[in-house]
């Protein structure tokens, strides 16, 4: 018989422990290692049951048990102590308290997912795993964030192998309230909910979940509410689940429901509303429209604004972070599909036909009946970043056709480079070994380049006990895969003795697309099994990853790779590890000696899996693509090289795989197992095979690596670049905007409807230059008179400039700078002179050009209106 109603009924704690509730629904847990402590200590057996899930073991434990915990006065003391730090870590002033007026109130950061722990399985890969560090550091930092996201009710795909090594997809449900959520109410004890009309007199209703991640409340939709029609309670299914209109409708929901929700949350406790907006990538940005509507409707702002106002004001306090590389990455509906759900009062009082135009690809090479979501994001934020610097200049070139005129490098894009939460994938052991030897968290930021005190034997010690329990729970997770597909226990024995904890030990874990090229390593079989089975250093590798459910080509790249570790001659050296999650990923990056990552440059947005290995003291082995490319230095890994650019796919991938066997061949291996100088005297037993020495090089490698990139890819780094640079102003440029009724946006949204019509007939007439030598020098300079009719426009509604550089064989200019152009003097109607001395400071071709571009304050760059004249 099946029940016909199902509810989770949460546990009752003795008054004497009853923190523990408040410390496991705080995820701090997932990070605060005494916490994770505590909570083992209680029933180790039930800790490893439950999946090292707090509520989940709060659950298992019975009355009985939890009446002689709350006897013990240890354990009591031990609760008290945990509640204490918790308290004291939600209510101290941490760095962003010390930085005075101006930072922001409140941010709000929107996800389409969040990888906080594995207990809340609402992630798929990077991104997700970003935004949660984003939410951790921003709590350890003392930010101010509040995140948005959906709630999805099967979260992402759980995947195991078939026989043949096909990936099976399986999606379990999830009960919310097993879960470390909270039910946002109204004080009446109803769920407080939000409500979006869809057409044909449909409502979209969901429900708000709160999650405290440290200081950080995350806020999840949820739309399997009573009162939602079947397909509306579908809507928060799975992450990146379904397509067209279904996802349409969840992108819909995070972005306009999600700032409802954020209403809601402000109202009922009493916090501060957001006064930035970060949309995290594409899929959240309909959070501008639905901040556009308010500032439309008479109801919610007294005297209402029109669309340019309010779009110009909610653009001031809006940042969006891009962190795909390749347009396929991107979101696109066709457009007609959007106008259909817009027309239907999605957002009553806004005129549609503007809405359409944000997404519109109305540039060289774009699709006129599609409806772009990153295109849209840009539009609606004065702010705009990619997650790597590579990725910045791949990101500027991406979207150049939104800038229309412009030199890729003016393209308002900058870039923050990611970071990892450092306590969530630092090891426990070595962040131990820290404390004892520094008497400081390492987690807190200290000197990293203490690591240089810390004995060669020591190290290698902590490599090889990082190492060995990577191998011990490869072999348990490989086990349970092979029985999943159907072998018997007494077909696995060979499992006990897969891997080796003395040999070289390379990671390979991130999703499958084929872009990440999975299979690189197999484009010699033979090549690599001569690796994986040298006579004197040999290799093992250990790979995971899951391949998007729609993705065939990716599932094959599984398929051919899983296959190929079937074969008995090689399968205790290589191995696929099933589900790749956060709990295996907090054994595999500080296991692994080596971390690789293979992708076809430049199509790694940023790549932080490598980030997560570092600060564990591996190598990475890495095509010079994401992070890499700029934090690579020679003594922190490998750069695996590139083909040119003029060669075919295959023989790209030739070139690029040889390249790979080749450093493993001559120099990875070589200097894990050689360059050995004997074990200092009392030292701790060095491990085989070094035979009775240490590898130095290698060693001096793991310590200039923590030293160097620990402090560099770091998320608190990161977080704390977005405040300075682009958090802070745009809460600035926000208040600015709200001021005096926004008056300001109303006197910029007027200029902008002067000056936009009135460009076209903005011209350089001539240029012209006096005080050149015949052969001009270093240090001269030239005076250089720019005229240029300007129409209707006035001198201060432009910024003319002069942009000099080197000349190149076609004359373009290299390695510019800019210098602006005053003394406007009117030479005639619309006509004006403007001029300056340019000092000539290098040899060689020399050149220089004018532009022109608008001016005014409320602008963050010259470049935001897509309006430029050149001469």
Same mark, same amino acid.
């Given at each position: /018989?099946?029940?016909?109603?199902?509810?989770?009924?949460?546990?009752?704690?003795?008054?004497?422990?009853?923190?523990?509730?408040?410390?496991?629904?705080?995820?701090?847990?997932?990070?605060?290692?005494?916490?994770?402590?505590?909570?083992?200590?209680?029933?180790?057996?039930?800790?490893? *049951?439950?999946?090292?899930?707090?509520?989940?073991?709060?659950?298992?434990?019975?009355?009985?048990?939890?009446?002689?915990?709350?006897?013990?006065?240890?354990?009591?003391?031990?609760?008290?102590?945990?509640?204490?730090?918790?308290?004291?870590?939600?209510?101290?002033?941490?760095?962003?308290?010390?930085?005075?007026?101006?930072?922001? #109130?409140?941010?709000?950061?929107?996800?389409?997912?969040?990888?906080?722990?594995?207990?809340?399985?609402?992630?798929?890969?990077?991104?997700?795993?970003?935004?949660?560090?984003?939410?951790?550091?921003?709590?350890?930092?003392? @930010?101010?964030?509040?995140?948005?996201?959906?709630?999805?009710?099967?979260?992402?795909? *759980?995947?195991?192998?078939?026989?043949?090594?096909?990936?099976?997809?399986?999606?379990?449900?999830?009960?919310?309230?097993?879960?470390?959520?909270?039910?946002?109410?109204?004080?009446?004890?109803?769920?407080?909910?939000?409500?979006?009309?869809?057409?044909?007199?449909?409502?979209?209703?969901?429900?708000?979940?709160?999650?405290?991640?440290?200081?950080?409340?995350?806020?999840?939709?949820?739309?399997?509410?009573?009162?939602?029609?079947?397909?509306?309670?579908? @809507?928060?299914?799975?992450?990146?689940?379904?397509?067209?209109?279904?996802?349409?409708?969840?992108?819909?929901?995070?972005?306009?429901?999600?700032?409802?929700?954020?209403?809601?949350?402000?109202?009922?406790?009493?916090?501060?509303?957001?006064?930035?907006?970060?949309?995290? #990538?594409?899929?959240?940005?309909?959070?501008?429209?639905?901040?556009?509507?308010?500032?439309?409707?008479?109801?919610?702002?007294?005297?209402?604004?029109?669309?340019?106002?309010?779009?110009?004001?909610?653009?001031?306090?809006?940042?969006?972070?891009?962190?795909?590389?390749?347009?396929?990455?991107?979101?696109?509906?066709?457009?007609?599909?959007?106008?259909?759900?817009?027309?239907?009062?999605?957002?009553?009082?806004?005129?549609?036909?503007?809405?359409?135009?944000?997404?519109?690809?109305?540039?060289?090479?774009?699709?006129?009946?599609?409806?772009?979501?990153?295109?849209?994001?840009?539009?609606?934020?004065?702010?705009?970043?990619?997650?790597?610097?590579?990725?910045?200049?791949?990101?500027?070139?991406?979207?150049?056709?939104?800038?229309?005129?412009?030199?890729?490098?003016?393209?308002?894009?900058?870039?923050?480079?990611?970071?990892?939460?450092?306590?969530?994938?630092?090891?426990?052991?070595?962040?131990?070994?820290?404390?004892?030897?520094?008497?400081? #968290?390492?987690?807190?930021?200290?000197?990293?380049?203490?690591?240089?005190?810390?004995?060669?034997?020591?190290?290698?010690?902590?490599?090889?006990?990082?190492?060995?329990?990577?191998?011990?729970?490869?072999?348990?997770?490989?086990?349970?895969?092979?029985?999943?597909?159907?072998?018997?226990?007494?077909?696995?024995?060979?499992?006990?003795?897969?891997?080796?904890?003395?040999?070289?030990?390379?990671?390979?874990?991130?999703?499958?697309?084929?872009?990440?090229?999975?299979?690189?390593?197999?484009?010699?079989?033979?090549?690599?099994?001569?690796?994986?089975?040298?006579?004197?250093?040999?290799?093992?590798?250990?790979?995971?990853?899951?391949?998007?459910?729609?993705?065939?080509?990716?599932?094959? /790249?599984?398929?051919?790779?899983?296959?190929?570790?079937?074969?008995?001659? @090689?399968?205790?050296?290589?191995?696929?590890?099933?589900?790749?999650?956060?709990?295996?990923?907090?054994?595999?990056?500080?296991?692994?000696?080596?971390?690789?990552?293979?992708?076809?440059?430049?199509?790694?947005?940023?790549?932080?899996?490598?980030?997560?290995?570092?600060?564990?003291?591996?190598?990475?082995?890495?095509?010079?693509?994401?992070?890499?490319?700029?934090?690579?230095?020679?003594?922190?890994?490998?750069?695996?090289?590139?083909?040119?650019?003029?060669?075919?796919?295959?023989?790209?991938?030739?070139?690029?795989?040889?390249?790979?066997?080749?450093?493993?061949?001559?120099?990875?291996?070589?200097?894990?197992?050689? #360059?050995?100088?004997?074990?200092?005297?009392?030292?701790?037993?060095?491990?085989?095979?070094?035979?009775?020495?240490?590898?130095?090089?290698?060693?001096?490698?793991? *310590?200039?690596?923590?030293?160097?990139?620990?402090?560099?890819?770091?998320?608190?780094?990161?977080?704390?670049?977005?405040?300075?640079?682009?958090?802070?102003?745009?809460?600035?440029?926000?208040?600015?905007?709200?001021?005096?009724?926004?008056?300001?946006?109303?006197?910029?949204?007027?200029?902008?409807?002067?000056?936009?019509?009135?460009?076209?007939?903005?011209?350089?007439?001539?240029?012209?230059?006096?005080?050149?030598?015949?052969?001009?020098?270093?240090?001269?300079?030239?005076?250089?008179?720019?005229?240029?009719?300007?129409?209707?426009?006035?001198?201060?509604?432009?910024?003319?400039?002069?942009?000099?550089?080197?000349?190149?064989?076609?004359?373009?200019?290299?390695?510019?700078?800019?210098?602006?152009?005053?003394?406007?003097?009117?030479?005639?109607?619309?006509?004006?002179?403007?001029?300056?001395?340019?000092?000539?400071?290098?040899?060689?071709?020399?050149?220089?050009?004018?532009?022109?571009?608008?001016?005014?304050?409320?602008?963050?760059?010259?470049?935001?209106?897509?309006?430029?004249?050149?001469?």
């Amino acid at each position: /018989m099946k029940a016909i109603r199902r509810f989770t009924v949460r546990t009752v704690v003795p008054a004497q422990i009853s923190a523990l509730t408040k410390l496991a629904t705080n995820l701090r847990w997932s990070w605060h290692v005494p916490t994770r402590a505590l909570f083992e200590s209680l029933n180790p057996e039930l800790w490893e *049951k439950s999946r090292r899930d707090p509520l989940a073991l709060l659950a298992a434990l019975s009355r009985e048990q939890f009446q002689e915990l709350a006897a013990d006065p240890g354990v009591v003391a031990r609760v008290d102590a945990a509640q204490e730090s918790l308290e004291t870590y939600l209510s101290e002033p941490r760095w962003y308290q010390g930085l005075g007026a101006g930072a922001p #109130e409140c941010i709000a950061y929107f996800s389409p997912e969040f990888g906080i722990t594995e207990v809340l399985p609402q992630y798929s890969g990077g991104l997700g795993i970003l935004a949660g560090d984003h939410l951790k550091s921003a709590s350890d930092l003392g @930010v101010p964030l509040i995140g948005v996201g959906l709630l999805y009710q099967a979260g992402y795909f *759980k995947q195991s192998l078939s026989k043949d090594a096909w990936q099976q997809e399986s999606y379990p449900l999830l009960d919310p309230d097993a879960l470390p959520l909270t039910l946002l109410r109204e004080d009446d004890g109803t769920p407080a909910q939000v409500t979006l009309p869809l057409p044909g007199g449909r409502v979209l209703r969901a429900h708000i979940w709160r999650a405290d991640v440290g200081r950080v409340p995350m806020l999840l939709l949820d739309s399997n509410v009573a009162g939602n029609d079947d397909a509306a309670r579908g @809507v928060t299914d799975r992450l990146y689940g379904g397509g067209g209109e279904h996802r349409l409708t969840q992108e819909l929901l995070l972005g306009m429901g999600g700032v409802k929700a954020l209403r809601v949350h402000a109202r009922l406790t009493g916090t501060a509303a957001p006064e930035v907006f970060h949309t995290n #990538e594409g899929h959240a940005g309909f959070l501008g429209i639905e901040r556009i509507r308010e500032l439309m409707d008479a109801s919610v702002t007294p005297e209402p604004l029109s669309w340019g106002e309010a779009l110009a004001a909610g653009r001031a306090s809006t940042v969006f972070t891009t962190h795909t590389p390749v347009p396929a990455g991107i979101d696109r509906f066709p457009r007609g599909m959007v106008e259909h759900i817009f027309d239907g009062g999605l957002a009553p009082g806004v005129p549609v036909g503007p809405i359409l135009e944000l997404g519109a690809e109305n540039y060289d090479g774009g699709d006129p009946g599609v409806f772009n979501m990153a295109v849209m994001g840009l539009r609606l934020a004065q702010r705009a970043n990619g997650v790597a610097k590579l990725h910045g200049v791949v990101s500027r070139g991406m979207f150049s056709g939104l800038w229309p005129g412009f030199d890729v490098a003016d393209v308002p894009i900058t870039s923050v480079t990611n970071g990892v939460h450092v306590p969530t994938w630092v090891d426990p052991d070595l962040a131990a070994l820290a404390r004892e030897r520094f008497g400081a #968290e390492v987690l807190d930021g200290p000197d990293w380049s203490k690591v240089y005190e810390v004995s060669d034997a020591d190290v290698w010690a902590m490599r090889r006990r990082l190492r060995s329990a990577l191998v011990d729970d490869a072999r348990l997770r490989l086990r349970a895969s092979w029985k999943k597909r159907g072998a018997a226990d007494a077909q696995l024995a060979w499992t006990d003795s897969v891997l080796d904890p003395d040999v070289l030990t390379i990671g390979f874990a991130r999703r499958v697309p084929t872009y990440k090229r999975l299979t690189l390593m197999l484009r010699d079989p033979a090549r690599l099994k001569a690796l994986l089975l040298h006579p004197e250093h040999p290799i093992q590798i250990i790979i995971a990853g899951k391949s998007h459910p729609a993705d065939d080509a990716g599932k094959k /790249m599984i398929q051919d790779l899983v296959q190929f570790t079937d074969d008995p001659e @090689v399968r205790h050296r290589i191995i696929f590890l099933p589900n790749y999650d956060i709990a295996m990923a907090r054994t595999l990056f500080p296991g692994c000696d080596v971390w690789l990552n293979n992708p076809l440059r430049p199509l790694e947005a940023c790549g932080t899996s490598g980030m997560k290995a570092a600060i564990n003291g591996s190598l990475n082995l890495s095509v010079m693509d994401g992070w890499w490319d700029e934090m690579y230095d020679g003594e922190n890994g490998w750069a695996i090289p590139t083909a040119n650019t003029g060669a075919g796919d295959d023989e790209r991938d030739d070139i690029e795989a040889a390249a790979l066997y080749e450093l493993l061949e001559t120099q990875v291996a070589p200097r894990f197992y050689g #360059e050995v100088v004997a074990a200092a005297a009392g030292a701790a037993g060095p491990s085989q095979p070094h035979s009775g020495g240490l590898p130095a090089h290698w060693i001096s490698m793991i *310590k200039h690596t923590l030293a160097d990139l620990g402090p560099k890819v770091s998320a608190n780094r990161m977080v704390a670049e977005y405040v300075e640079r682009l958090y802070r102003p745009a809460a600035e440029s926000g208040r600015a905007a709200r001021a005096a009724n926004h008056a300001s946006v109303r006197e910029l949204a007027a200029w902008i409807d002067r000056v936009r019509p009135a460009w076209p007939a903005v011209h350089v007439e001539h240029v012209e230059s006096h005080g050149l030598s015949d052969e001009p020098q270093i240090g001269e300079s030239v005076l250089v008179r720019a005229h240029v009719n300007l129409g209707p426009l006035a001198p201060e509604d432009v910024s003319v400039s002069v942009v000099y550089g080197t000349a190149g064989d076609s004359d373009e200019l290299l390695d510019t700078r800019v210098l602006e152009l005053g003394s406007a003097e009117e030479t005639g109607p619309g006509r004006y002179q403007f001029s300056a001395d340019l000092l000539i400071d290098r040899s060689g071709n020399f050149g220089y050009g004018i532009k022109v571009l608008p001016r005014h304050a409320a602008l963050a760059n010259p470049a935001e209106l897509a309006l430029i004249t050149t001469g």
